[in-house]
C-alpha cells in the first residue's frame, strides 16, 4: 500500500495547456519500496513507451511490442504476445473496451467481483490527491492525510 507521495509539476516547452501538462512523482510504499513516476501529457499522440523496474528484471512497451530484461542480463529480449479476443487489437479507444465491458456485464449478471473495483482503487484516488497537495506544497504528503479528508 502506499504510505506517502512527493510531487512536482510543470509545463514543458511546446505544451499546448493553460497549467501543468507533465509530472514527476515518488511514491513511498509500506514496505518501503519507492516508486518513480514520470508522465507527460505533451509530445505525438501516438507517441508512448512504459518503463517497468523490477528487482527481478524490467519490462518494457511501446503498445505494439513487449521486451524483458531478466535481472543481471544485459538487454532486453522481445516477449511474444498472446493472441488477443476479436476487438482488442484495435488501437484505443476501442482497444480493450470489448473484453473490459464483457468483463463488468459477466460480474454484474454473475454476481462476482470483477478482476479490478472502484473500492480495490480508492487508494489510486488518494494517491492521486496526495500527489497534487505535494506538487502545491513541494512537501511529501501522507496518504493516511489524505484518507481522513475523504
Not at 516547452?13 to 515518488?26: C, K, L, N, P
Not at 512504459?50 to 527481478?56: D, F, N, Q, S
Amino acid at each position: 500500500e502506499p504510505k506517502a507521495v512527493w510531487a512536482q509539476t510543470y509545463n514543458p516547452e511546446g505544451s499546448g495547456y493553460d497549467d501543468s501538462g507533465a509530472a514527476e512523482a515518488i511514491v513511498e510504499m509500506d514496505n518501503g519500496l519507492s516508486i518513480q513516476y514520470s508522465g507527460s501529457f505533451v509530445g505525438n499522440r501516438y507517441d508512448y513507451e512504459l518503463l517497468i523496474c523490477g528487482e527481478k528484471g524490467d519490462i518494457r512497451t511501446n503498445r505494439s511490442k513487449v521486451w524483458m530484461r531478466k535481472g543481471g542480463a544485459a538487454s532486453f529480449e522481445e516477449v511474444p504476445l498472446l493472441d488477443l479476443p476479436e476487438g482488442e487489437e484495435l488501437r484505443y479507444p476501442p482497444a480493450g473496451m470489448r473484453t473490459l465491458l464483457s468483463h463488468f456485464r459477466d460480474s454484474i449478471e454473475g454476481d462476482f467481483k470483477p478482476e479490478t473495483s472502484g473500492e480495490q482503487n480508492l487508494w489510486t484516488l488518494a494517491m492521486y490527491d496526495a500527489a497534487l497537495q505535494s506538487a502545491a506544497s513541494g512537501e511529501f504528503v501522507s496518504i493516511d492525510d489524505v484518507w481522513r479528508r475523504i
